[in-house]
């Protein structure tokens, strides 16, 4: 779950909606300052630049899981 913090304070969340058919679908919505569910999850805020790097950071390190895995797999 990623909540991202977007200019001007709005928060990307996730959210997920059933349709009439019974389907569900995952997605997002914005929530502005002030609404009533902002301060809920202002705490699993982070920034867009925050997000690439821990990005980057686990397929640096699902890259090196990856390596072991394969050497002992071939041993």
Same mark, same amino acid.
């Given at each position: ?6 200019? *001007? *304070?709005?928060?990307? $969340?996730?959210?997920? $909606?059933?349709?009439?058919? =019974?389907?569900?679908?995952? =997605?997002?919505?914005? $929530?502005?300052? =002030? +609404?009533? #569910?902002? +301060? ?6 982070? =920034? @867009? #630049? #925050?997000?690439?790097?821990? @990005?980057? $950071? +686990?397929?640096?390190?699902?890259? @090196?899981?990856? &390596? ?5 797999? &071939?041993?």
């Amino acid at each position: 779950m990623n909540v991202i913090m977007l200019p *001007g *304070g709005v928060l990307r $969340v996730p959210w997920a $909606v059933t349709l009439p058919d =019974g389907t569900k679908v995952d =997605g997002t919505r914005d $929530v502005r300052p =002030g +609404e009533c #569910d902002y +301060e809920q999850w202002l705490p699993f805020a982070r =920034g @867009e #630049d #925050d997000l690439w790097r821990l @990005e980057a $950071v +686990e397929a640096a390190r699902d890259a @090196e899981i990856l &390596s072991r895995w394969r050497a002992r797999k &071939s041993a």
